[in-house]
């Protein structure tokens, strides 16, 4: 049982009053932000301010200084396999939500191997195992089938799936499986009322306490994040920042990674109410980096292509390439929907170029498992 969690951490902050102290920063709170050693809540909120919009040269010079210096110019890959579009829950922006009428699939552990061997055969050494929320089709037990098999191929295997309890993470990290990645998508308890409506991703602080329950089992990587456009980016960007700053003190054995994907369009055909625009994703990349020196950031596909080579140099630490986000999408060629219309097409082999020809390197394998000594 866990003693403390993000949830007791959070408790201390109001969502209204966090936003409304961040739309009251100064240009003056921001120059000082920008020249301290050791930021403070204050100084983050100045960086996420409207008042720092006028700044956005400085933090992005600050931003790059603070990524080269800690993780040097290198960019690492990763895939995605969508194994199931089954699920359980009902949210408002996801293609595969359950009310959504949409051809659904779950792959057979062979299925998935076939689909990991071309990835492998691109040279993907890092596969993300990714589904819907549904246990009665993707259980621990299957997840474990995957892996055991999966590893003599990649050298590292993350999960996206539902919220577990952490004697079943246990079990995941014995078959292999390294990571986790948890979305709470927004940390504004009333806007993620309104678009779970259904299914274990309801229950706000249950999934809020997930990857404490994570870092409590030994997950090496740790990846929470938010779905840009559900609520305010400003108020949701300073509280992924702080659970990221919260679980980087508490879990120092892993390695902690933000993302805060923008909506992209899907089945059921959900609006953003608050289009985020590109100038502000830099600001909260900018932001965050300089709020959180050690943490990785992903950026995902969802994103154009254009716009992913810009950001590399701002502080971006993994990305994904030539995703597809349905169930076998890459060698079965099933009729299944995916999660999402992916942004950036372009194939592995185009992405590994583009970074190259931004003076990154890019790279396929950053872990081995022999690492571990087991
Ligand atoms: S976001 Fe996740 S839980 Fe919600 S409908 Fe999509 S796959 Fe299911």
């Not at 050791?38 to 992005?60: C, Q």
Request: aromatic residues 10%; contains cysteine.
């Amino acid at each position: 049982m866990i003693q403390m969690t993000f949830k007791k951490e959070i408790e201390n902050y109001h969502w209204e009053k966090v936003q409304s102290r961040i739309q009251s920063m100064n240009p003056r709170d921001v120059e000082k932000a920008l020249n301290s050693q050791y930021l403070r809540i204050d100084d983050v909120m100045a960086l996420l301010s409207p008042a720092a919009e006028s700044f956005m040269e400085e933090m992005a010079q600050l931003a790059h200084q603070i990524t080269v210096k800690r993780f040097g110019r290198v960019i690492n890959l990763y895939a995605p396999i969508y194994v199931s579009n089954e699920c359980s829950s009902t949210c408002l922006y996801c293609g595969f939500s359950r009310k959504n009428r949409i051809v659904r699939k779950t792959l057979t552990v062979d299925e998935v191997i076939i689909e990991g061997k071309v990835l492998y055969e691109q040279g993907f050494r890092h596969v993300l195992l990714v589904s819907g929320e549904s246990p009665g089709h993707v259980s621990s037990d299957y997840l474990c089938q995957i892996s055991e098999q999966l590893k003599a191929m990649f050298s590292s295997i993350s999960i996206e799936i539902y919220s577990m309890k952490a004697d079943k993470y246990r079990t995941l990290i014995k078959s292999g499986i390294d990571g986790m990645t948890m979305y709470q998508e927004t940390y504004d308890h009333k806007r993620f009322k309104e678009v779970h409506l259904g299914g274990i991703k309801k229950d706000y602080n249950f999934r809020l306490e997930t990857p404490d329950r994570g870092g409590e089992a030994g997950f090496r990587r740790l990846n929470i994040g938010v779905l840009l456009g559900l609520s305010d980016w400003r108020t949701d960007g300073f509280f992924l920042g702080l659970h990221a700053s919260y679980l980087l003190k508490k879990y120092w054995k892993s390695h902690v990674f933000v993302s805060f994907p923008r909506l992209r369009p899907a089945a059921g055909r959900y609006q953003p109410e608050l289009k985020v625009e590109d100038k502000y994703l830099v600001q909260l990349l900018c932001a965050l980096r300089i709020w959180q020196p050690d943490a990785g950031i992903v950026l995902s596909t969802r994103e154009s292509k254009e716009l992913r080579y810009n950001l590399i140099p701002l502080g971006i630490t993994q990305m994904s390439a030539g995703s597809n986000t349905a169930p076998g999408g890459y060698a079965s060629g099933y009729d299944a929907e995916g999660q999402f219309e992916v942004n950036d097409c372009s194939a592995p082999e185009e992405v590994a170029r583009m970074i190259v020809s931004k003076g990154y390197e890019p790279v396929w394998k950053d872990w081995d498992r022999a690492f571990l000594n087991n």
